[in-house]
């Protein structure tokens, strides 16, 4: 369709500029509107569809595209602006949205935050809220066909070319385009009873990219293959926002959240769970982040050494990076070191100040104990404990990536041995059915060729 760039439409009105991208019933096209002077999007029947034998319906399908994308004004939906028809080809106008699709944003084992991820998806769901409200399902919800407006954290919903009119509950005959790892097994049916739980499971689906950056399983392949949580794909996750997907994607749609509303609570309920940030304390029942902010604020290293065993810093800093907290600014001590008597005052009276006979950096505590700043030797100790620590757990990391792999590559083996196995089953199918027909034939032509002799017979 390169022939299209650089065409006028609408007497000028319209100059196409270059494809954005096509699928199986549509291309679109960056363009710009001459009159308005801003970017537009625009989408005409792809190639294929062009030579169909009843364009007349296409159109019709088309013109029902924009009709329902003319009933939304939402910042999550993409904005409908014209519809025309020129040379026999209809045509959708829509806003331009400058960004790229979340697939886009996802790499290989690197997939987006909980609090990103829920944030996009959040949106989405608002946006499926106001679409289910009209009676409509979009029946596409995937990464591909959301965008993320640049510069911004907002995200776009487009492509509302399978978007149908639906009753909740009742049976009704749809087009069965699907996207495989997105679209739940009712979809996979022309004629099936349509709910707002198609739409749930294709946001649940795509949080699951969002969060794991794998594409969920086909749900035609789960009756024999059981789909991988979440959590068990990244053990970071947390249960509920594990949970919470694996809800929305239920097999069955009765199974499912009845409506986007209702999952986006259970969603809830669990980021609530997820930005709580739990009390850290030690077996005495000191806090963690309390202890690090008196530290701070003293700018004493040797405050937190008397609090602090080495055991607990270990402990304590795995715990913290294991939250992520960026800790790094705070120095833990090695153990309390030894005092000597002489460095006990007996005829002072207990103070919490500075003495102005000491070092200024020799602290004198209300126990009448003045300790003497941490040594470099302990800070190499420190710093020792701290890389055997990231050691260990970029080795646990590295044990976990490739047992998922394993996992990962008995699931293919399963999948293409599933495979196989459906190929040999239709293969001796087919041929049952070629020597049933053939004796069929036979006997046939034995009852014709019979039926003919009598009637020879009869005859004479």
């Known amino acids: 369709m390169t022939k299209m760039v650089g065409k006028s439409l609408q007497n000028g009105q319209y100059i196409l500029e270059g494809e954005l991208g096509q699928g199986g019933f549509g291309i679109t096209y960056k363009a710009t509107d001459t009159t308005r002077e801003l970017k537009v999007v625009i989408k005409t029947l792809n190639c294929r569809l062009q ?109 509302f070319g399978i978007a149908r009119e639906f009753s909740q509950g009742v049976t009704k005959t749809h087009t069965n385009l699907i996207t495989n790892g997105y679209a739940p097994i009712e979809q996979y049916f022309p004629k099936a009873k349509r709910s707002a739980a198609i739409d749930v499971y294709g946001l649940a689906a795509t949080l699951y990219t969002l969060l794991t950056s794998e594409i969920p399983l086909a749900a035609t392949l789960r009756s024999h293959l059981p789909l991988t949580s979440p959590k068990e794909l990244v053990p970071q996750l947390s249960n509920r926002i594990s949970d919470a997907v694996m809800s929305g994607m239920a097999l069955e749609p009765e199974d499912r959240p009845s409506s986007v509303s209702e999952w986006l609570r259970q969603l809830e309920l669990s980021q609530r769970e997820f930005i709580t940030t739990p009390e850290l304390s030690l077996s005495d029942g000191t806090n963690i982040l309390d202890l690090t902010k008196q530290a701070k604020k003293k700018n004493q290293a040797a405050f937190v050494q008397t609090l602090i065993p080495p055991t607990r810093i270990l402990a304590g800093a795995i715990a913290l990076l294991g939250l992520g907290l960026a800790m790094a600014s705070t120095r833990f001590s090695t153990p309390t070191p030894q005092i000597p008597l002489s460095k006990i005052n007996k005829s002072s009276p207990p103070t919490t100040k500075l003495s102005k006979q000491q070092n200024p950096e020799t602290i004198e505590l209300s126990s009448e104990i003045k300790i003497q700043p941490i040594s470099k030797s302990a800070e190499k100790q420190i710093e020792t404990i701290r890389q055997r620590a990231q050691e260990q757990i970029e080795t646990i990391r590295q044990r976990a990536r490739e047992q998922i792999e394993t996992i990962r590559e008995k699931a293919r083996e399963q999948i293409e041995t599933i495979r196989q196995q459906a190929r040999e089953q239709i293969e001796t199918i087919r041929e049952q059915a070629r020597e049933q027909i053939e004796t069929i034939r036979e006997q046939a032509r034995e009852q014709i060729e019979t039926i003919r002799e009598q009637a020879e017979t009869i005859t004479e």
Do not use: C, W
């Open 51 to 159: 030579k169909h034998s009843n364009p007349s319906k296409l159109h019709f399908e088309f013109e029902n595209e924009a009709k329902r994308l003319s009933k939304f004004s939402h910042p999550n939906i993409v904005a409908y602006k014209d519809f025309f028809v020129e040379n026999g080809l209809p045509y959708i106008v829509m806003e331009y949205v400058q960004g790229v699709s979340l697939d886009r944003l996802i790499k290989d084992n690197q997939p987006l935050s909980e609090t990103t991820a829920i944030n996009y998806i959040r949106q989405i769901g608002e946006a499926l809220k106001v679409i289910h409200q009209n009676g409509l399902l979009h029946r596409d919800i995937k990464p591909q066909n959301i965008i993320l407006r640049q510069g911004t954290q907002q995200v776009v919903l487009i492509d």
